[in-house]
């Protein structure tokens, strides 16, 4: 007899989201700083085109996050997210 799975419940969900290397770069572009490219690469290990994919494929797209990318002098290119329950 086949024992059907339950879908994954919107719970289960956040916590996948929330570990693992999009958990992580979630939780640097929600510091008050924000995130650059190099910091999330470093955080990762990944390459830079891949964190950029990860950020438009799976934060923005999939997840429906609100990513903003603001410019800094000193920093270049700073990606910030509001934490969970914040208002911008």
Same mark, same amino acid.
């Given at each position: 007899? *086949?024992?059907?799975? !339950? =879908? =994954?419940? *919107?719970?289960? !969900? +956040?916590?996948?989201?929330? +570990?693992? !290397? ?8 929600? %510091?008050?700083k924000?995130? $650059?490219?190099d /910091?999330? $690469? ?9 964190? @950029?994919? *990860?950020?438009?494929?799976?934060? @923005?797209? @999939?997840?429906?996050?609100?990513? +903003?990318?603001? =410019? /800094? *002098?000193? @920093?270049?290119?700073?990606? %910030?997210? =509001? !934490?969970?329950?914040? $208002?911008?």
């Open positions: 007899m *086949a024992n059907p799975q !339950k =879908p =994954p419940t *919107a719970a289960s !969900k +956040s916590s996948a989201l929330a +570990s693992g !290397k999009l958990g992580q770069i979630i939780r640097l572009l929600q %510091r008050a924000g995130a $650059t490219i /910091d999330l $690469t470093e955080v990762t290990g990944w390459q830079a085109h891949s964190v @950029r994919g *990860a950020i438009s494929g799976q934060l @923005r797209k @999939r997840h429906g996050l609100a990513v +903003s990318a603001t =410019p /800094d *002098a000193s @920093r270049g290119l700073v990606y %910030r997210l =509001p !934490k969970a329950g914040g $208002t911008r």
